[in-house]
């Protein structure tokens, strides 16, 4: 296993993102081989290539390449498949190394403040490694600590990112990537604060203190830094370990899953996400333990109401409103055969919703739910001349994929139609303005509320048709 300081050093980072860099030259003459001279590009060979070289890596290009494989349509199918194999436990520090991090948080006495600490990490992902320990209290600990020098391996990371969009831009341009770039950008630059990310976890326990059947970690903030962030162990089980158990329990676990990740966004304009298979576990009593705050993202009361307007529209087949709802979160230009291809999009996303009736969620492509209504909606897009994707859709899209996926793997069969309904049922965008503010200032996090209208003035923040 090479060692983090080779790998971390100035040295070892040009060669990582050198042979990145490669890899990523190699197919953008590939694929302008194929599309200008009419040469086959045998994707699935370079896909795996790929594959291998950001497999190397020990940051967050690895993350974002995950990410990128969850969102269908991002990339082509034949490098989405392959980009989601990518291991998030990566190789972990050894102990010499964590020494030597732990003495940088917390002082050279570190090892006193703890009654025990696990020399071999419980988990080791892109950006860090999580350590089980013991507080003087007899406490179980969580403690995740950052790599070193990640902030310059993002910055880095993103421009390769940046490069990774540019080729497949240049061959395909029904969707033009901007802002999706624009807003991982941001939510990773977030994920490397860990004193932001404490307060994200003190925020949802605030939120969820309500919902039984949900726990979130206690933060431990005098064992917390930038770059450590301690809380509560919470124990349970993965899972996918459940999917062939009773129906009622996993209905569920479905139920609870969906408590989870909707009551903050319709009460509070709030969503994680992150809904990464290791972010949730299973508590004996089929609880959930939502973990990792690391991606939260705040909207504006106005665009939560956008989705239900969307849904209203639906039920109603009220273009009107539907058009009203995609100005509201910021597509531009809509033509009517734009809305058109819009729709058939929502419409599959809210298709689970629209049915008063007790129903699985339906089924997933190739481990990819949503792939195949994506494909042709890509395929529309390219007819209608493009779109560029708001951002604040990147991590929403993601959640709800990613909570689809479970929930099919679940089998789950549950009047989805109902528990939406009950959650917005008394929904009031004012009022959720008011939670939100009174939430957010609690928790030291004002301002993190994005506006969803562009500064038409702004030409670098144009969210027009590609």
């Known amino acids: 296993m090479a060692d983090l300081r080779e790998e971390n050093s100035l040295g070892g980072r040009v060669r990582r993102y050198a042979r990145v860099s490669t890899s990523m030259s190699g197919l953008a003459a590939r694929l302008a081989g194929e599309k200008y001279l009419g040469l086959k590009l045998e994707r699935g060979k370079h896909a795996a290539d790929l594959k291998s070289a950001l497999g190397g890596l020990k940051g967050p290009l690895m993350k974002v390449a995950q990410i990128l494989a969850t969102i269908p349509e991002a990339l082509p199918p034949e490098y989405a498949d392959e980009l989601r194999q990518l291991q998030a436990n990566a190789p972990a520090m050894g102990w010499p190394f964590v020494k030597r991090r732990m003495a940088a948080e917390l002082g050279r006495d570190w090892q006193s403040r703890f009654e025990r600490f696990d020399r071999e990490a419980a988990a080791a992902a892109s950006l860090g490694q999580v350590h089980k320990a013991v507080d003087h209290d007899g406490r179980l600990l969580a403690c995740k600590l950052q790599y070193p020098d990640m902030q310059s391996a993002v910055e880095a990371d993103l421009k390769q990112l940046r490069l990774v969009f540019s080729v497949f831009e240049s061959y395909d341009k029904a969707i033009s990537t901007k802002q999706i770039h624009a807003e991982i950008s941001e939510r990773l630059r977030e994920e490397l604060d860990y004193e932001r990310e404490a307060r994200h976890t003190q925020l949802y326990a605030d939120i969820l203190a309500g919902e039984p059947d949900v726990h979130v970690p206690t933060v431990a903030p005098d064992l917390s830094t930038k770059r450590l962030l301690t809380t509560t162990w919470l124990d ?30 319709y009460y509070y304009g709030i969503i994680h996400g992150d809904p990464h298979l290791g972010n949730y576990t299973v508590r004996p009593d089929l609880g959930i333990n939502l973990l990792d705050f690391g991606c939260v993202r705040v909207f504006p009361a106005p665009f939560v109401g956008g989705v239900i307007s969307l849904y209203r529209a639906l039920q109603r087949d009220d273009t009107e409103l539907a058009v009203h709802a995609y100005e509201t979160w910021g597509f531009r230009n809509l033509s009517k055969e734009l809305i058109e291809v819009l729709n058939i999009w929502a419409r599959f996303l809210y298709g689970p919703i629209l049915e008063d009736r007790t129903r699985t969620i339906g089924e997933t492509n190739n481990g990819v739910y949503g792939r195949e209504t994506a494909q042709r909606v890509h395929l529309r897009l390219k007819d209608v001349g493009g779109v560029e994707v708001p951002r604040e859709f990147v991590f929403m899209d993601r959640a709800a994929l990613g909570l689809g996926s479970v929930f099919i793997h679940l089998a789950a069969e549950v009047n989805w139609y109902r528990l939406f309904n009950e959650l917005i049922e008394d929904f009031d965008a004012e009022k959720l303005s008011a939670r939100q503010a009174e939430m957010l200032h609690k928790h030291h996090l004002a301002g993190l509320t994005a506006e969803l209208a562009p500064d038409d003035d702004d030409p670098d923040d144009q969210r027009t048709a590609a």
Request: hydrophobic share 45%; charged share 20%; glycine share 6%.
């Open 236 to 265: 349970g089980k993965p899972i996918m370990g459940f999917t062939k158990a009773d129906i009622e329990i996993r209905n569920q676990l479905a139920y609870n899953m969906f408590r989870a990740w909707y009551v903050p966004l």
